[in-house]
């Protein structure tokens, strides 16, 4: 049986670099476990469906990890914690401001 993992030049398995976006991940993550809470909390509520105590503690539970992780994600972004990466080249922006010059017009000329 032959081994399907590939090695780098070094002998290293390669490893992708992490491009994730935690804080927005978790941002956007918990607004969609909150909504979701919100929708499932709603029947029974309002339908007096599945009313039951333990689904409406599983509901506050997921409204709590909502919560959690929306402040996460708030907390990650508003703390600048994002590593750079492609995304986030300081140092390209800043050469993109400083060499900023108007383009050059040009005229389209009919033939």
């Known amino acids: ?3 399907l993992v590939v ?7 390669p490893r992708m670099p992490c491009e994730c976006q935690v804080g927005l991940s978790c941002l956007f993550g918990g607004i969609i476990i909150i909504v979701a809470a919100g929708v499932f909390t709603f029947f029974p509520v309002f339908l007096d469906l599945f009313d039951y105590p333990w689904y409406i503690s599983l509901c ?3 409204f ?3 919560c959690a ?3 996460i994600g708030l907390l990650w972004e508003a703390l600048g914690l994002q590593k750079g990466g492609r995304w ?3 140092k390209a922006s800043a050469r993109e401001c400083e060499d900023a010059e108007a383009p050059i017009p040009y005229v389209m000329i009919s033939a």
């Open 88 to 90: 986030h080249n300081k």
């Open 1 to 3: 049986p032959h081994s």
């Open 7 to 13: 090695h780098s030049v070094s002998g290293r398995s």
């Open 64 to 66: 709590g990890i909502g």
């Open 69 to 71: 992780l929306t402040a």
């Open 60 to 62: 506050w539970l997921w």
